[in-house]
T-cell receptor, first 112, second 109 residues
Framework: EADIYQTPRYLVIGTGKKITLECSQT?????MYWYQQDPGMELHLIHY???????EKGDLSSESTVSRIRTEHFPLTLESARPSHTSQYLCASRAGGGNIQYFGAGTRLSVL | GIQVEQSPPDLILQEGANSTLRCNFSDSVNNLQWFHQNPWGQLINLFYIPSGTKQNGRLSATTVATERYSLLYISSSQTTDSGVYFC???????????FGQGTILTVHP
């Protein structure tokens, strides 16, 4: 499996807080993705990036934002967290010419 | 958008039994992956299989692209096989995966 890391693994915060979920990969992959997964449900793509300074919104609308300043780093930010943001967020990456997408362990976010 | 349907939604087995999971998709795809999500939420890649047949130990997968379905076979199941199995497809070559609803597999000792 690939080396892709997400921190924190678990986060419980109050409404209105600003949070950043970290995602890093050490494989030099060009393409990176964020998926959202509600409990017991399938994953939905919310953001993706094809390289440095490239970010696009996915199929599922999300109030979060992302940035890609370095190849290995793809953080996700919520400016003002709400209970509706409670979910698991999974980061993934793929080599530019490759086909297999590798996932991090995920961040379980709970907004009270 | 593309529709991905998995069946059965739930499957309960005794250790040692065999099983077949199915994934139907509504359009031609460039990429199809099978994943296992363990109880801690980690998604493990099992197969990249847009067409053909592959085997890895007790697991094998077959995709018939012309008929728009894929099958995942688990033989001699073990309790560690428990979890959720997802099929995910990509219409493009950009890795924008669309996931099925998953099959929840429970293997009892």
């Amino acid at each position: 499996e690939a080396d892709i890391y997400q921190t924190p693994r678990y986060l419980v915060i109050g409404t209105g807080k600003k949070i950043t979920l970290e995602c890093s990969q050490t494989m030099g992959h060009d393409k990176m993705y964020w998926y959202q997964q509600d409990p017991g449900m399938e994953l939905h793509l919310i953001h993706y990036s094809y390289g440095v300074n490239s970010t696009e919104k996915g199929d599922l609308s999300s109030e979060s934002t992302v940035s890609r300043i370095r190849t290995e780093h793809f953080p996700l930010t919520l400016e003002s967290a709400r209970p509706s943001h409670t979910s698991q967020y999974l980061c993934a990456s793929r080599a530019g010419g490759g086909n297999i997408q590798y996932f991090g362990a995920g961040t379980r976010l709970s907004v009270l | 958008g593309i529709q991905v349907e998995q069946s059965p939604p739930d499957l309960i087995l005794q250790e040692g039994a065999n099983s077949t999971l199915r994934c139907n998709f509504s359009d031609s795809v460039n990429n199809l992956q099978w994943f296992h999500q363990n109880p801690w939420g980690q998604l493990i890649n099992l197969f990249y299989i847009p067409s053909g047949t592959k085997q890895n130990g007790r697991l094998s997968a077959t995709t018939v692209a012309t008929e728009r379905y894929s099958l995942l076979y688990i033989s001699s199941s073990q309790t560690t096989d428990s979890g959720v199995y997802f099929c995910a497809v990509d219409l493009t070559s950009y890795g924008k995966l669309t996931f099925g609803q998953g099959t929840i597999l429970t293997v009892h000792p």
